[in-house]
Nanobody, 129 residues
């Protein structure tokens, strides 16, 4: 089970930290990713991290503003979001899959949600003044 939290309303330029807590998984040989879906748009993979290392992926849309990290002991992955923009408004989802979720993203430049096996419920992030 994946539990995402931390969403809310923030002004442009502000920050939020999302959390994704995993239970029932062994944090080995997995990749954990964050996706988001804005109203009227397709779901977009934005960041991913390996359970085994600090190997990460960021979509161009968030690179330099968002930082993904993990706490293996707490089985939790975080997404620190800085310099938020109105276009970051979306429902954010975390997902867990095999390492292919990360390696294919690094190779192709795009996260493929087909490599995600389990999904958490979404958490809404609204960036507005």
């Amino acid at each position: 089970q994946l539990q995402a939290s931390g969403g809310g309303l923030v002004q442009p330029g502000g920050s939020l930290r999302l959390s994704c807590a995993a239970s029932g998984f062994t944090f080995r040989d997995y990749a954990i990713g964050w996706f988001r879906q804005a109203p009227g748009k397709e779901r977009e993979g934005i960041s991913c991290i390996s359970s085994l290392s600090d190997n990460t992926f960021y979509a161009n849309s968030v690179k330099g503003r968002f930082t993904i990290s993990r706490d293996v002991a707490k089985k939790t992955v975080y997404l620190q979001m800085n310099s938020l923009r109105p276009e970051d408004t979306a429902v954010y989802y975390c997902a867990i899959g095999g390492l292919m979720l990360l390696t294919t993203a690094q190779a192709m430049g795009v996260m493929d949600e087909d490599y995600s096996d389990y999904w958490g419920q979404g958490t809404l992030v609204t960036v507005s003044s």
